[in-house]
C-alpha cells in the first residue's frame, strides 16, 4: 500500500505552490529544484529524481524546507552558490542555509526593508530590498498605494563578519 506520510508530505509541499509559484532554480547538478511562492512560509527542494509520473498522478517528491517569511503578495528571492542557498526574507534578512544539511548558517539581519532578491558572486552578498506603502484603513475597499522604497546593497561576506555599502 501507500506510505501514508508520504503522501502526507506530497500534499504538504504541493499545497505551498498553490499560491503561486514566483521562482524556480535547480542546483549545480540538476538533481533538486529549489522553488519560492507567495504567501509560503519556505522555499520548497524537490528531488527532480522523482519527477512526477502523470499516468499514476504522483507529485514529484518533495525533499526539504527552508524557513522563511513570505506570508505576502511580494516577490521574495533567493539565490544558489555550491552548497549554500542565500534566501530574501520579508523581516528584513537574508538567511543562509546549508543545502545538504538543511541547517541555518547565518543571517543577515538588520536590513532596511524586505529582501526581494539575492545575488551572490564569490564572496559578495547584494540585496535588493524594498516595499510598497498602502493607505491604512478600515474599511475592506482597496486601498491606494502611497509610496515605494527601496534600495540595492552590497555585503562583502569575510568569515567573522560582514561589511555592506549601500548603492
Known amino acids: 500500500g501507500e ?9 504538504w509541499f504541493q499545497s505551498r505552490v498553490r499560491t503561486g509559484v514566483t521562482q524556480l532554480e535547480f542546483c549545480r547538478e540538476g538533481d533538486y ?3 519560492a511562492s507567495r504567501k509560503s512560509d519556505a522555499v520548497l527542494q524537490w528531488d527532480v529524481r522523482m519527477m512526477s509520473n502523470l499516468a499514476a498522478s504522483k507529485p514529484m517528491g518533495g ?31 537574508v538567511k543562509i542555509y546549508d543545502t545538504r544539511t538543511g541547517n541555518l548558517l547565518k ?5 532596511d526593508h524586505a529582501v526581494s532578491g539575492v545575488g551572490v558572486y564569490n564572496n559578495y552578498v547584494v540585496v535588493s530590498q524594498g516595499e510598497r506603502v498602502w493607505e491604512e484603513t478600515d474599511s475592506e475597499e482597496a486601498t491606494r498605494m502611497i509610496g515605494a522604497q527601496g534600495s540595492i546593497q552590497l555585503y562583502q561576506m569575510n568569515e567573522n563578519k560582514s561589511n555592506n555599502t549601500d548603492a
Do not use: P, W
Open 3 to 11: 506510505n501514508i506520510f508520504s503522501a502526507a508530505k506530497a500534499k
Open 33 to 35: 529544484l529549489f522553488s
Open 63 to 93: 525533499y526539504k524546507t527552508y524557513a522563511c517569511n513570505h506570508s505576502s503578495n511580494q516577490r521574495m528571492g533567493f539565490t544558489l552558490q555550491d552548497d549554500k542557498l542565500y534566501v530574501g526574507d520579508r523581516d528584513k534578512s
Open 107 to 111: 543571517t543577515l539581519e538588520h536590513l
